[in-house]
């Protein structure tokens, strides 16, 4: 893990959530999932405390096979990888960058919807927390260099302080079956429900290189 400030040491950081109250279970939670996103960013920190509220209004455990909609690219989608193991890579993870720090976790269901809970921060909750309020504002009067202990300090404090909760229904989405089918520009073969007339995406609209 990147350490670039004293405050993001892993040692720092435990003595931080030791006086926040973090129980030491999600302690070691916190410093894995800082591990993966390579640093502490305050993102990623309550995200934390996110995924495992939801686990907790879900009334499941870790191990379980559980499905999630995190509504931001930004940090957030690291916290379901490492503490509730939904990622990109399982097909178990959507993201919708919607712009709103909150996710969306339900078990697996047999029928066309599911029962989930949708966790996010609370503005008018963030009020108790003047530094973390700032900094989600994304303010001017956030100082990184001098306030990131702080920000660290009122995270943990708060913990779910800042969160609030809902009960929602999602849509599941069913695997279907595909066939390989080769694009008549590079050769390369895609499932079927990828092609966009007879070229792949990155022979068309997804296209993101050029041959060097």
């Known amino acids: 893990m990147q350490a670039d400030h004293p405050e993001e040491r892993p040692d720092v950081l435990k003595a931080s959530m030791a006086r926040g109250g973090v129980s030491p279970a999600l302690q070691e939670e916190i410093l894995r999932l800082a591990e993966f996103h390579t640093y502490p960013a305050p993102g990623v920190l309550i995200g934390a405390f996110m995924v495992d509220y939801a686990m907790e209004l879900l009334g499941v455990k870790k191990g379980l096979k559980l499905y999630g909609v995190c509504e931001t690219p930004k940090c957030l989608p690291d916290a379901l990888q490492v503490l509730a193991h939904i990622t990109i890579g399982n097909n178990r993870l959507r993201i919708i960058p919607i712009g709103k720090f909150a996710i969306t976790m339900n078990l697996p269901s047999e ?11 609370d503005l008018a909750k963030l ?18 260099k001098t306030m990131k202990g702080q920000l660290f300090d009122e995270i943990f404090r708060a913990g779910r302080n800042i969160l609030s909760f809902e009960r929602v229904r999602v849509t599941v989405k069913k695997k279907e079956k595909w066939s ?11 499932p079927d429900y990828l092609m966009e007339s007879d070229r792949c995406g990155a022979c068309g609209s997804m296209k993101y290189y050029e041959m060097i």
């Open 111 to 121: 029928h066309a919807t599911a029962d989930a809970v949708r966790v996010y921060v």
């Open 127 to 144: 009020k108790k927390y003047p530094t973390v309020d700032i900094w989600y504002a994304n303010s001017p009067a956030f100082d990184k």
């Open 180 to 190: 390989s089918v080769t694009c008549s520009c590079c050769g390369e073969t895609i």
